[in-house]
């Protein structure tokens, strides 16, 4: 089945700089990933999706960019601020037109000092 | 628009009991995943419904069990609870099942079983 590997586990930035998580994936039919950041004592929270047939995207300081070819994808944060300290979570969705199942990273402690 | 409930928040048992958890998806999303969080497996998937069908399960053992009903609503249940199942219970709706479609989480039911 689909695996999902996520790196570093921890990053810690000046506020400010940029902040790049990535992620591989194994099946190379999945076709949609999504990145979600959880607060503490609350849901992952959708942030950017990038589908399989798009190779970036961005949406204001955040952007993610899919290599289908080496099977990884990338969240990009620029100018990060503290409000950006959270959990970081890639997620697949492995091939299937009827499911909604996620395959998920194990997390990217983003920590943004003052 | 309000956003994923779950509820209870939080739930003390004690190991052998069983336990009901409540989500109710954003009004007009027909599609709910659930979903474990542990800190040593990460988010992992329980089981997804639409249209009051099981679509998709993951490998937990048949304690876990789940249902949908006509508004929607899900609920799951863990029947013999056991130490390990300790973990936070997170239900994510979406519009339906197929790819693409985006998964917004609740906040969770914490569990704890002593």
């Known amino acids: 089945g689909e695996n999902v590997e996520q790196h570093p586990s921890t990053l810690s930035v000046q506020e400010g700089d940029s902040a790049v998580i990535k992620c591989t994936y194994s099946?190379?039919?999945?076709?949609?990933f999504p990145w979600y950041k959880q607060e503490l004592g609350k849901g992952p929270q959708l942030i950017i999706d990038?589908?399989?047939?798009?190779g970036e995207k961005k949406d204001q300081r955040i952007a993610v960019t899919l290599n289908k070819t080496a099977k990884h994808f990338s969240l990009h944060i620029t100018e990060t601020q503290p409000e950006d300290s959270a959990v970081y979570f890639c997620?697949?969705?492995?091939?299937?037109?009827?499911?909604?199942?996620?395959?998920f990273g194990q997390g990217t402690t983003l920590q943004v000092k003052p | 628009k309000a956003g994923v409930t779950q509820t209870p928040r939080y739930l003390i048992k004690t190991r052998g009991q069983q336990v009901t958890l409540s989500c109710s998806p954003i009004?007009?999303?027909?599609?709910v995943s659930w979903y474990q969080q542990t800190p040593g497996q990460g988010l992992q998937f329980l089981f997804e419904?639409?249209?009051?069908?099981?679509?998709n399960k993951g490998n937990f053992p048949g304690r876990f069990s789940g249902r949908q009903f006509s508004n929607s609503r899900s609920e799951m249940n863990v029947s013999t609870l056991e130490l390990g199942d300790s973990a936070l219970y997170l239900c994510?709706?979406?519009?339906?099942?197929?790819?693409?479609?985006?998964?917004?989480f609740g906040p969770g039911t914490r569990l704890t079983v002593l």
């Open positions: 009004s007009g999303h027909r599609s």
């Open positions: 994510a709706s979406s519009l339906a099942p197929t790819g693409g479609n985006e998964q917004f």
């Open positions: 099946d190379s039919a999945s076709n949609y």
């Open positions: 990038i589908r399989s047939n798009v």
């Open positions: 997620a697949a969705r492995p091939p299937g037109s009827n499911t909604g199942k996620l395959i």
């Open positions: 419904y639409f249209s009051e069908t099981q679509r």
